[in-house]
């Protein structure tokens, strides 16, 4: 049986788990094993999604799970995006987060983020959480990496109000280094900036995804969807299985900062 959730398309026969580890063949569908399983809740700013120019200064209440269907080798997240259904986790239903989330409005929340693991990987239980948030008023961020298909994108869409998108670079070389297909995530990128608030951040790694040449095409690619979409060029540091190389320097991320710069009105730093 193949999961259609994304481009990878697992082929399981019964009982086995694919890739991304968070799906299974049960023997009559591909389920989400990490249904309401939370590794991690917090109530975060806004701005650490990254989300620049979505209701700055505001909370939100940010869950993950685990798993992941890309492999970064530098990824800082690797404790709970390369576990599986063996790790230790909370029972969360979609009902009790709502409930949570709403409790913290007078601390400042403004909703529910999906992130910390790759959350489209449980896509049943973000999309059962964002529909119950939407009905109370709740706000819905995701923060993916994009690789998703567009058919299960395109119906979560609507309940989504602010999605933070990595752009992993922009070479399919690159990306296969990561495990992923640029060209999905950039039909992810156009699909959800046609309806929500969209910010994209790219990881620069010295020596492989660092190039000027790069940068200017991403830009401007960027901004022949709309010059607006914010862009978060952020600083890496070892981590992972990418140890053997120093942090980005400082003055690569402001030199890539000045030339998206030149097509994109909001263009941002992080980890610097």
């Not at 569908?29 to 399983?37: E, F, L, P, V």
């Not at 700013?45 to 209701?55: V, Y």
């Not at 790759?118 to 706000?139: F, K, N, S, T, W």
């Not at 699909?191 to 830009?219: F, K, Q, W, Y």
Request: charge should be negative.
């Amino acid at each position: 049986m193949n999961c259609t959730l994304c481009p990878r398309h697992c082929d399981l026969p019964a009982g086995h788990i694919g890739f991304c580890r968070a799906r299974r063949n049960d023997g009559n569908a591909i389920i989400c094993i990490n249904y309401g399983k939370l590794t991690s809740l917090a109530l975060d700013p806004i701005e650490k999604k990254p989300l620049a120019r979505f209701r700055p200064g505001s909370k939100i209440l940010s869950a993950g799970s685990f798993g992941c269907n890309l492999r970064c080798p530098f990824c800082q997240n690797s404790d709970i995006s390369m576990a599986d259904e063996r790790c230790s986790t909370v029972d969360v239903s979609p009902g009790e987060l709502v409930h949570k989330a709403l409790a913290l409005l007078p601390q400042g929340n403004i909703g529910i983020a999906y992130t910390y693991n790759e959350p489209l990987i449980g896509y049943e239980y973000v999309r059962d959480c964002a529909a119950q948030a939407h009905d109370a008023g709740l706000m819905n961020v995701l923060v993916t990496n994009g690789f998703i298909c567009a058919e299960p994108f395109a119906v979560l869409l609507p309940l989504i109000d602010a999605l933070n998108i990595d752009l992993k670079g922009f070479t399919q070389d690159y990306y296969t280094f990561v495990g992923g297909d640029l060209e999905t995530v950039k039909a992810s990128i156009r699909m959800a900036a046609a309806r929500c608030h969209v910010e994209v951040t790219t990881l620069i790694v010295p020596g492989l995804n660092d190039s000027p040449e790069a940068m200017e095409a991403e830009a401007k690619w960027l901004s022949s969807i709309n010059a607006e979409i914010p862009l978060h060029i952020s600083r890496y540091f070892p981590c992972y299985h990418l140890l053997d190389r120093p942090p980005t320097p400082v003055e690569t991320i402001h030199k890539l900062r000045d030339i998206a710069g030149k097509h994109l009105r909001y263009v941002f730093t992080g980890n610097c």
